[in-house]
């Protein structure tokens, strides 16, 4: 059985070269690690013809803190089996596992170095026209295929077992729905935001409503999520989307992957404030993010709906007029956990270089405060919310 041991450049070649699956057997290998997220070893390994893979590795702790906080190896098995079932019922818009070894936590990836991260892309002001439908259609196709509407009952209680992920949902219980909430070490902010946190803080219908999302974090085991929906998290070119690193995938709340999306896109959409100065460009950076908010919510309602009507095996779940409740649930929770997103992503460990990076002091904090807000007024007001058209005005109510 081989054994864990965190891979170098070198040690990383020499494994993906000892499996002679990807490149012949005399071809000359070139490897580098280059990985910036907040958990893992990345490498890409290529040969002289252009031919290379991503060779991916957990460590046994968060990368971003170090060795004080350790974490599962077991993330890096549910990463790659999350990826292939998803892969399975939704191939265009996730990345394909090559290779799997649980015992050296390792996955190799195809190589979508083509690509670029759709995160440094919004920050640049690039936008991408599929983005809203493609992230619809991964997130509504994954979602239903996992979901009670198609699983038989005994089959999705034991994927629910296969993709219990404890350490990794124990991660986002607290940076979502704790820490911003109270005085804690980990979370990072300003001064000049203590008065508006404080405020949060006390506003006891707000805790309430964030009570209720983290508990149906906890219990609502509806489909198999990515778990990590953030724009780091999905490759984009000219005409593709790609979703990586479903790590924190496990069986969840629907809305959570959704309204991580949006969430994100709003984040960057208060970020532009500060980054572009040309109001008409800002404008139309703006009117995209907005854009794509609305073609997601409705593409994934119109084809979870389509999806359902078709493939619905659930006897009771075909009652007439459940499938709209149902869904208008899913779009209330994704608001409220949109709303989380935004403020732990302001106040909380874990920031987004969108806001975080933006170099005058003033702009940064302007960006800040707006997403601290947003993301309030969206917890508060999501349960009101009874139809797309209705999140799309609650959402540019407090944008604009
Ligand atoms: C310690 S992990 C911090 C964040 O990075 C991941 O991508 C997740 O979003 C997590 O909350
Ligand atoms: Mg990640």
């Known amino acids: 059985m081989s054994k864990y041991a965190a891979f170098n450049n070198e040690t990383a070649l020499d494994y993906v070269k000892s499996l002679g699956l990807f490149f012949s057997e005399n071809a000359e290998l070139t490897c580098y690690e280059f990985g910036d997220g907040n958990l893992n070893l990345v490498f890409r390994v290529a040969d002289t013809d252009n031919n290379s893979v991503i060779l991916k590795q957990a460590l046994p702790y968060a990368r971003c803190v170090g060795e004080s906080w ?190 991580s999306f949006i969430g994100n896109l709003l984040l960057n959409y208060c970020a532009q404030n500060g980054r572009i100065k040309e109001i008409p460009k800002r404008r139309d950076v703006h009117s995209y993010l907005l854009n794509t908010i609305s073609v997601c919510l409705q593409q994934f309602e119109q084809q979870w709906h389509a999806l359902a009507q078709q493939h619905t095996r659930d006897l009771a779940l075909q009652a007439p007029g459940y499938l709209d409740l149902f869904l208008q649930e899913v779009l209330q929770d994704a608001m409220g956990y949109c709303g989380t997103e935004l403020i732990r992503r302001t106040i909380g460990l874990a920031h987004v270089a969108d806001i975080a990076e933006i170099e005058d002091d003033a702009q940064r904090l302007v960006a800040q405060k707006q997403a601290l807000q947003l993301g309030e007024q969206l917890l508060l007001n999501a349960k009101a919310c009874r139809s797309i058209d209705d999140f799309y005005q609650l959402i540019i109510s407090f944008v604009h």
């Open 70 to 259: 350790p974490l599962t190896l077991d993330r890096a098995r549910i990463e790659a089996h999350v990826l292939q079932r998803h892969g399975n019922v939704c191939p265009a818009h996730t990345a394909k596992v090559l290779h799997h070894d649980s015992n050296k936590a390792a996955t190799i990836l195809e190589d979508l170095g083509a690509m670029a991260i759709l995160r440094a892309e919004l920050i640049a002001g690039r936008t991408f026209e599929n983005l809203g439908r493609d992230v619809a259609q991964y997130l509504a196709t994954t979602g239903f295929y996992h979901s009670d509407f198609y699983l038989s009952p005994q089959e999705k209680k034991s994927q629910i077992q296969n993709f219990t992920n404890p350490e990794l949902c124990a991660i986002t219980e607290e940076l979502f729905f704790d820490d911003p909430y109270r005085e804690c070490e980990r979370n990072d902010y300003p001064a000049e935001l203590t008065e508006q946190v404080n405020q949060l803080r006390q506003n006891t219908t707000l805790l309430c409503i964030v009570a209720r999302l983290k508990a149906k974090f906890f219990s609502s085991p509806q489909t198999l999520l990515h778990g990590d929906v953030h724009t780091g998290s999905i490759f984009v070119s000219d005409g593709n989307t790609k979703l990586i690193d479903p790590e924190f995938g496990f069986f969840g709340p629907i809305g959570f992957d959704l309204g």
